[in-house]
Structures are given as structure tokens and as C-alpha cells.
């Protein structure tokens, strides 16, 4: 099922025929800093909910006598 809707999805996009549009400077560059926007924000997600806790994890497990405590 998956299979024929790769399939189908590939022959739609090598059969597409071209726009012929015209797209301005102001909208390529509004289009262009949305792509690395939204680039960013998956980025920092993948940080924010993956690496601080598998961190915080890491450091938990750690012995007790590894851990340097203010004097």
C-alpha cells in the first residue's frame, strides 16, 4: 500500500510540467528566511528534547565520588 503510493507519488512529480512563474525578490528571500527558520526551530527541538535529558540522564548516573560539591 505504501509502496503504490511511492509510486504513484513518484510518477506525479516526474510527470509535473513547469510553473513558468515569476517569483520576486521579496518573496524568495520571505521564502528562502522561512526555510531556515523553520530549519532552526527542528534543530533546536531535537536539542531541546532529546540531548538536555539524555544529558541530565548521563550525569544521574554517574558515581557519587566523581561529583566535585562547592566547598
Known amino acids: 500500500m505504501i509502496c503504490g ?3 504513484a507519488g513518484l510518477a506525479a512529480t516526474l510527470n509535473a510540467a513547469p510553473a513558468l512563474a515569476y517569483v520576486g525578490p521579496g518573496a524568495g528571500l520571505t521564502a528562502l528566511g522561512t526555510m531556515i527558520a523553520v ?3 527542528v534543530l533546536l527541538a531535537v536539542v ?3 540531548w538536555y535529558p ?3 540522564l548521563l550525569r ?5 565520588d566523581d561529583r566535585q ?3
Do not use: C, D, M, S
Not at 544521574?60 to 557519587?64: D, E, I, Q, V, Y
Open 5 to 7: 503510493a511511492a509510486i
Open 39 to 41: 530549519i532552526a526551530v
Open 54 to 56: 539524555l544529558k541530565r
Open 48 to 50: 531541546g528534547f532529546v
Open 60 to 64: 544521574r548516573n554517574k558515581p557519587a
Open 69 to 71: 560539591e562547592p566547598q
